[in-house]
């Protein structure tokens, strides 16, 4: 017995120092606990911090949102006939907005596409509490840059055949009807992209998605094409 409890306590210690090696060998302490409060190890951080150095760019189109809006390269889609900046960042969710609109509102930009929320649901943030930050986004886009166009997006549908996530098509759907009444209770265009991309299931159609989640090019070109008319500056 005090063999066996002698090799449970050294192997607890060669684990703990296993452990201890590896946050060494990866960036310490103090980065292991910047990765727990940043899901997306400081991209947000990296992001932030050069949109707020990049020069300001008045009467520009700004698309705001997460991963689906920062992987596509929205100059090239929409063209030249107009500017397009965009404000994309993977993992972004409603208080990462919230804390970076000043740097977007800078721009009084002439349009705002915001498609933001799904990583909320992700993460388990309850509908209730983005739905209210959601809101907050909202009036603080009107008070500060009331000339300013705002177009609210649907969040994008998930394939849950080809992967397993911490949310489900139902659940989107229960949070597009939320931010589709907020676009109506401020009298703001709503662009429902959810339908255009689904398949007879219900499902992120395969069409559009490799990975259930994230857009190929063929749906960039179904989300470009809902929105192309509306992005023209008139």
């Given amino acids: 017995m005090k063999r066996l409890l002698l090799f449970s306590l050294f192997l607890n210690i060669l684990l703990t120092a296993c452990l201890v090696y590896t946050i060494h060998r990866l960036g310490g302490w103090s980065y292991a606990l910047y990765r727990l409060r940043n899901s997306e190890a400081g991209l947000y951080t990296h992001r932030k911090t050069l949109f707020e150095k990049l020069p300001e760019r008045p009467g520009t189109v700004v698309m705001l949102g997460d991963s689906q809006t920062a992987l596509c390269e929205w100059q090239e889609l929409l063209g030249d006939s107009v500017t397009v900046l965009n404000r994309g960042i993977s993992g972004d ?81 229960a949070m597009n009807a939320r931010i589709a009444q907020i676009a109506k209770d401020y009298a703001l265009p709503f662009v429902d992209l959810y339908s255009e991309l689904t398949d007879a299931s219900g499902n992120l159609s395969v069409k559009f998605s490799d990975d259930g989640i994230h857009l190929n090019g063929l749906g960039y070109l179904v989300w470009k094409n809902r929105i192309e008319e509306m992005a023209k500056i008139r």
């Avoid at 509102?105 to 739905?131: C, M, Q, T, W, Y």
């Avoid at 959601?134 to 705002?150: A, C, F, M, W």
């Avoid at 997006?153 to 949310?167: C, G, H, T």
């Fill in 93 to 173: 969710y409603v208080d990462g907005v919230w804390r970076r609109l000043n740097e977007v509102l800078r721009h009084k930009p002439s349009k705002i596409f915001l498609l933001i929320g799904v990583n909320d649901l992700f993460f388990g943030n309850p509908p209730e509490a983005v739905e209210a930050r959601y809101r907050e986004i909202v009036q603080k886009i009107r008070h500060q840059s009331p000339d300013s166009e705002l177009i609210l997006q649907s969040i994008l549908p998930v394939n849950e055949k080809v992967r397993s996530l911490p949310a489900t098509n139902a659940e989107i759907q």
